[in-house]
């Protein structure tokens, strides 16, 4: 039987039923799929007597009747749902000359006459049936989807922001600009915000460029467009240099210089990193628990300013600006109080303490600061935090096994919050990096990339799709040695090109551990150490903290010492003794 023959024949089963149930299901089946009684009972109060000629029941007597005909299913809380959502087109279909008016009427008695918590509970029904039934487009109804797209955020619900943000710019009239522009911009703001977690970067774009070509807004009015044109740079376009660069001219803006002489960046981040460590260590355990979240905007915006600054920094390779944007986004903690990215700051000083000064004790101190953060502030980018803190901190002082389980925390709390980074991220380390240097069978990780590789693809997070490539292609040519050139780092899935990693040196870093990987298990000794030579300290440069990549330096110094004892030749040995050198000061 035809769906549509379904409904008809349970069209037909509900006109059976007394009149003034079948008036309830009339309401009832404007409100969704799930919807609370005392929501009903407002509906029902108002709008039932326009439907029934007699005096209408109350809901507490007509509620049970319909639960018995299998109609509505009674959950907790005083909450129903119906059994099938059939019955709901059903019963849509005993209303149908009423449809588009009756549907903004009810919408608009429950936004208006519900409290606010009842509002909140059934928010995204309530602006649904208000947006169906709004054929003539009334423009006082975009606040109403503002509100609806400020929550769907909130429970990770960016599909549903997107559309919210874009009926309610639909609504908007140029005088919604000079009469109510916090509402037109926040609406711009949370639509461009929701396209970029989506993946869809032109309509994002298209957004900005809307309130960026104004010329009647602020600076700090038109900064959250501007945060965002700098996060699609350096996170979905990989510019992370032009990305870079854009943030320091914001950040220049604020007030907010890190240096008046780009030549000595470098002595000054270092003095600067050292001096904030040692400053930092030596704060008490009372001065972190007593700060207070910081309510300054302005303050807020830099931090967030100084956070992608100290991403693309560190992605570019610039570490000048990586050490002087993460000293500044700790002293801006310590002086104004915490902000959203405190927790994930604490996190880049434990790394500083172990790559300047090989401080482990400060580095765990830090850690935990991080960690009580989040666990005392909401908002404070979890996934970042955990991600920055577990790979590139805690593996060197907890068993490399952990290493899984806290991944897997960064996945759901990046999930969560729409992090669309450092969700991607710690995915590709779950499912990698971590199974490929614990031990686990090759085959099984060769399983799970394709799936990965996929989702980074629909969400358009490139550089997350080149890692996964590149790591991809490496366990292929591992579990198969009989392809073509199995040493070799091409293939069906990933081909270099030169402009893979312009730019880019995270990526150079990921790639230069695969091709060592691929030399080292299918060539013999002396070729690996040749490598070894070649490439020199290239990666330990890039990445000195990123723990799970330490497997290139191993293996690199196992070819070395292994030819060193071959050949007999000098040079293998003294390459070897550099990285044993290097890896015993971290």
């Known amino acids: 039987m035809s769906a549509a023959n379904v409904v008809v024949m349970l069209e037909q089963q509900l006109r059976k039923l007394p009149e003034q149930v079948q008036a309830l299901l009339q309401c009832a089946a404007y409100l969704g799929s799930t919807f609370s009684e005392p929501t009903i009972d407002f509906v029902w109060s108002v709008y039932g007597r326009r439907i029934v000629d007699t005096k209408t029941k109350p809901v507490t007597s007509l509620l049970p009747l319909v639960v018995a005909e299998n109609i509505f299913e009674k959950g907790e809380k005083q909450q129903y749902r119906w059994a099938h959502d059939k019955l709901q087109e059903a019963a849509l279909s005993l209303s149908e000359t009423r449809r588009d008016t009756f549907q903004l009427d009810i919408g608009k008695t429950l936004y208006y006459g519900l409290t606010k918590e009842q509002v909140e509970e059934d928010l995204f029904p309530i602006v649904d049936l208000i947006n169906n039934g709004n054929t003539l487009k009334r423009p006082e109804f975009a606040s109403v989807n503002l509100r609806a797209a400020e929550k769907a955020p ?12 874009a009926e309610g710019i639909s609504l908007l009239q140029e005088n919604y ?17 929701s396209e970029l977690v989506l993946g869809n970067v032109d309509a994002a774009e298209r957004y900005r460029e809307v309130v960026l070509s104004r010329s009647d807004l602020s600076a ?86 100084l956070s992608k600054t100290a991403y ?89 096994e952990a290493g899984r389980a806290m991944a897997e925390k960064g996945i759901v709390a990046g999930r969560r919050e729409g992090d669309l980074v450092y969700t991607s991220w710690s995915i590709a380390c779950h499912v990698i990096n971590l199974p490929y240097i614990t031990g686990c069978p090759i085959q099984a990780i060769v399983e799970g990339c394709p799936n990965i590789l996929a989702e980074f693809e629909d969400t358009k997070a490139g550089a997350h799709v080149l890692s996964t490539k590149n790591y991809y292609q490496m366990v292929l040519n591992l579990s198969d040695p009989s392809c073509e050139k199995p040493s070799v780092h091409i293939g069906e899935i990933y081909t270099d090109t030169k402009e893979d990693h312009k ?75 550099k990285i044993r050198k290097r890896l015993g000061t971290l």
């Open 503 to 577: 730019g880019n040196l995270v990526h150079l870093a990921d790639k230069l551990v695969a091709e060592g990987e691929l030399v080292f298990w299918h060539e013999d000794y002396e070729v690996s150490a040749k490598r070894a030579l070649k490439v020199g300290e290239t990666h330990a440069k890039i990445g000195p903290a990123i723990y799970v990549n330490q497997i290139e330096s191993f293996h690199r110094a196992v070819a070395l010492y292994a030819a060193a004892i071959k050949t007999k030749k000098g040079k293998y040995k003294r390459a070897a003794n």
């Open 177 to 193: 600009w000079v009469e109510n522009k916090s509402t037109a911009l926040s609406l711009y703001t949370i639509g461009a915000e």
């Open 154 to 165: 909130e429970i990770s619900a960016f599909q549903a922001a997107s559309e919210y943000a």
């Open 312 to 400: 693309n920094a560190y992605v570019a390779g610039d570490t000048a600006m990586y050490l002087l944007s993460t000293v500044e986004l700790v002293e801006l903690t310590m002086e104004f109080g915490v902000n959203e990215f405190s927790a994930t700051t604490f996190t880049f000083l434990a790394i500083l303490s172990i790559v300047v000064l090989q401080d482990y004790e400060a580095m765990e101190r830090f850690q935990n600061i991080s960690l009580r953060m989040l666990n005392k502030f909401r908002g404070m980018h979890a996934s970042e935090a955990i991600f920055v803190g577990s790979q590139m901190g805690l593996l060197w002082v907890k068993a490399i």
């Open 220 to 305: 700090l009015e038109l900064l959250p467009l501007q945060i965002g044109k700098a996060k699609a740079l350096g996170d979905v376009e990989l510019k992370s240099k032009e990305a870079l660069e854009y943030c320091l001219r914001l950040l220049k803006k604020l007030g907010c210089r890190l240096t008046w002489a780009r030549p000595l960046s470098l002595p000054q981040g270092a003095v600067g990193a050292i001096r904030t460590i040692k400053k930092a260590k030596a704060k008490p355990s009372s001065f972190y628990e007593s700060m207070e979240v910081s309510n300054d905007t302005k303050q807020k915006y830099i931090a967030y300013l």
